[in-house]
């Protein structure tokens, strides 16, 4: 196939290979959560316009606990805590109870895709909305940490509590990691949505699915690092917007 320039004709031909996929996964970055009030981390409007990146190093989490808990506090739980998903989350939570989409590897750490339903979600950078201990390994949610006093530390065990998810310097979660690179090699078809193929390792994912022979749909407001290397159809515009449209020709009302 050929890159396509936005059309009706691109949104029916769309949905019909989604509707005769059979083992149709999703690859989402920041942008299907932009409609959802956070900015991406990158650009001029981005996250590290506002804060510093430093907050996020690990070393620097590890020598400084509480200047970075008080950036991620102000990012993560002030900020991302009351965000809500979108209908571009909404869409791809009932492609999946509908049996279309398989599994959905997301680079983003907002925990909306679960929010909005959607169950084999596969965390490439892990979550926002969990913490860790890093010396017992447990778990908690942010209802469960007194955030007013920074850096909140392990009830059990007093060490200062992590995000759970990847800091610069640290390691994909091995986990994700495997069953990201399983899924992209078993799929017929991958849905982009949101991302501009610039983060690595994360970005890798949609190439190994090229690679193995699926077909790639991409849905983003400006062309990525995908589209004229590996995208076969480019619907630009608003995910939610796309997404919505390909659901009503995919699940036409009676």
Not at 193 to 198: H, L, P, Q, S
Request: net charge neutral.
């Amino acid at each position: 196939m050929k890159n396509k320039l936005n059309s009706k004709v691109d949104v029916r031909q769309a949905a019909e290979l989604i509707r005769n996929s059979g083992s149709m996964i999703a690859f989402t970055g920041a942008g299907i959560s932009v409609e959802s009030g956070i900015p991406p981390f990158r650009g001029p409007e981005g996250l590290w316009s506002r804060y510093d990146p430093q907050c996020l190093d690990l070393d620097f989490f590890h020598s400084h606990p509480k200047e970075s808990w008080t950036a991620i506090k102000a990012i993560f739980y002030d900020f991302f805590g009351k965000a809500e998903f979108n209908q571009a989350h909404r869409v791809l939570a009932d492609f999946e109870t509908k049996g279309l989409l398989k599994a959905l590897v997301t680079q983003n750490i907002d925990n909306l895709h679960q929010m909005a339903g959607s169950k084999n979600v596969l965390e490439f950078h892990g979550n926002s909305q969990k913490m860790i201990c890093p010396v017992c390994d447990r778990l908690y949610l942010p209802n469960e940490v007194d955030l007013n006093k920074l850096p909140p530390r392990c009830i059990h065990d007093g060490e200062v509590l992590k995000p759970d998810f990847v800091f610069f310097g640290e390691g994909i979660p091995e986990n994700a990691y495997r069953k990201s690179l399983l899924a992209a090699r078993m799929t017929d078809l991958v849905l982009i949505i949101g991302t501009t193929g610039e983060v690595m390792p994360a970005a890798m994912i949609p190439n190994e699915a090229k690679r193995a022979g699926a077909v790639i749909i991409e849905i983003n407001t400006e062309p990525s690092n995908y589209t004229h290397r590996i995208t076969d159809i480019f619907l630009q515009g608003k995910a939610s917007e796309i997404l919505g449209e390909l659901e009503k020709v995919i699940f036409p009302k009676k």
